[in-house]
């Protein structure tokens, strides 16, 4: 319940104020929502799987997310020019190519 007297109308942001704006949601036939990857800013792993730290088109810094290398598919490029720049990042596992990207 809403008390409407504690309600005001909206009135934008405040001139000079920078305001983040979401970018496009894509929802796959599965129902789940799909963001468009700006860049990859590095790599970890985290119980023994690979993750990668995106910032995702349209959002800021502040909203960069964790994201396992399987939710990566749709952004190879991304995850290719963050290997190519950072050589020294995780990408192997007890001996194993986890870089599935490569040609």
């Avoid at 796959?28 to 995106?54: H, I, M, N, W, Y």
């Amino acid at each position: 319940m809403v008390n409407i007297s504690c309600v005001k109308p909206y009135k934008g942001p405040l001139p000079g104020q920078h305001v983040d704006r979401p970018g496009l949601v894509v929802v796959t036939q599965e129902g789940e929502e799909e963001f468009e990857v700006e860049q990859v800013v590095d790599a970890r792993f985290k119980r023994g799987k690979l993750e990668f730290l995106v910032l995702r088109k349209g959002y800021g810094d502040k909203d960069r997310m964790w994201e396992p290398k399987p939710h990566l598919d749709n952004s190879c490029d991304a995850v290719r020019e963050f290997d190519s720049k950072s050589p020294s990042a995780p990408r192997k596992l007890r001996g194993m190519d986890l870089n599935l990207f490569e040609p």
